[in-house]
Every structure is written in C-alpha cells, then in structure tokens.
C-alpha cells in the first residue's frame, strides 16, 4: 500500500465523489489486491519454470514500472471534476470533457502496461514455454526432452487402448493389469461416440503423435549436426562474412557503418544489428547466404 500515497488517493476523487476518502482507500485497496495476485501468478509460473532466483526481481520491475502509471492515473484523475460535485452553474463543460479525455488515457496505459509486462515476466521465468530455436545453446536438451515426453504419452495411449480391448471381453482383467487410477478411470468410462473410435485414444490421435515425433526426430538430427559443424568464414572488399550453423546464425561483419542504402538492403534481407557483437547478422538459410555473399562481391572499403 506504500506504493500509493493516501493523500494522492483522496485527492483522486475530491472533484468526482461525495466520499473521496472511501474511494480512494477502496482504490489503494484494489492496488494492493492486484499486486498480490500478480505475484502469486509469477510465484506459481517461477516454480512451474524452475526459476524461482530470479522471481524477486522480475516482480520488483513489474511492481516499480505499474505503480509509476497508477499513479498518473490517479493524479489525472484528481483534475477531473463532476457538476454533480462542483454544482452545475458556470460548469467548465469544455475543460472537464479535456480532463476525462486524459484520465481515460492515462487509465488505458495502466491497463496495457499490466497486461505486456506480466506476458514479459513470464516468458523470462518460463524459458520452458519458449520456442525452441536452433540457435538456442539448449535446443539440444530441450527437443530431446520433448521427444521423450512426446514418446511417453504414445505408450501410455497405447497401454490404455491394449488394457481397454481386454476389459471389452473380460471386466475383471483390470483387477490385474498395472495401470493408475486415472488410466483405469479412462478404461472404464469410455463410451465410443463413432465406430472408428473403438478404443479411448482414437487411431488419428496416435498416427498425429506418431508423426510429430518422426518430425521432431528429424530436427533434433539436424540441429545436431549443425552444432557440430564448425563456423567457417569469408573475407570480402570491406566486409567479412561469418556462418555459423552451431548458432544457426550468419554475420556480417563491416569495416565501417555501412551507408543508408546498405542498411536497408540488409534489413528487408532480415538482418539486424546487433551491437553486443558489432556484426549485421541474420537466420541461417538460403536467400541469407546468397544476400551476404553478394555483399561480400559488392561492398567496398
């Protein structure tokens, strides 16, 4: 609640309520509720993302960048007036229209500051839920893992559609079988709503699994290899050349600030600079390479 000041809260509403002190302390309140349950939030998702290091300073940024814009929302609304507050005689109609206008912005910035800086808290505390990038020094680890997890779920199926072709001639043979109680749970309440659906787990269901998980096979193949290859390099007329597959990244390397039209060409081709590195640089793929190598043909000192 120290966040937002008393005196702020009330004189948010002097012009606008009968009762400011109520409303004021109503919206102190409510601040202090939302941030509590923001931060269970991102307790809840620092957990589930193993790390929980990191929680104290994420909702500290959160917590310092919405409090700025509470506050200007409430002392824009504190230059609001009412006629039913003011009285109506000589009600500066014009003015209070000005003041709403602000106030409503103002509230509308608070409301989207909330809203893009939790989704950025949590993509920081659950690296787990990002894409995984070929580039990424874990895409190894990462894709195995989902493969695995991915090939667990297509026994499990599997399992439950053998146990569930049993329980169909003999009830009893569950008694028996080693499944959990949710898998037997599964067995037991299922009800074919189609012929082609005999079993719990439809046979679409395990094809699409199937296929996933030879797609997935396949990529993790590919970014194995490419981790293992070697960057190699190409010296142009004032521009080097660096691909990098281990990082799936190819850059461009300038002797000097290329000029304006360079820049362009570079952007639409999908490079960016990046200055941790002082290099142009872009996905590894086909029309990249061709881009660069043009560069290095074209560019001179």
Sequence with gaps: MQDIPLNLAVSAFNGTSFSPEKRGESYRNNYAKTLSGDYETLRQHAEKGGTVAMLEEEFARYRDGYGKRYRAWLASHGRCISSMITGPSNFPTRMAEKRSNVEHKRMGECVAFRESALKAAIRNLRPDLRPIMAGDDNAVTR?????????????????????????????AILDVLDLSDDDLRIIRNYKPAYSWEPHPFAPYELSNLSANIRRMKERLAQISTAKATPATEMQGDGVRIEDCPADNRIRLFFEGKPEAEIRDKLKRGGFRWAPSIGAWQAYRNHNAMNLAKSFAESVTA
Aim: proline share 3%; glycine share 0%; hydrophobic share 40%.
């Design 143 to 171: 894709l195995q893992a989902e493969i695995d997890k991915a090939e667990a779920m297509q026994a499990r199926m599997k399992s439950i559609n053998a146990a569930h072709k049993k329980f169909q001639k003999d009830p």
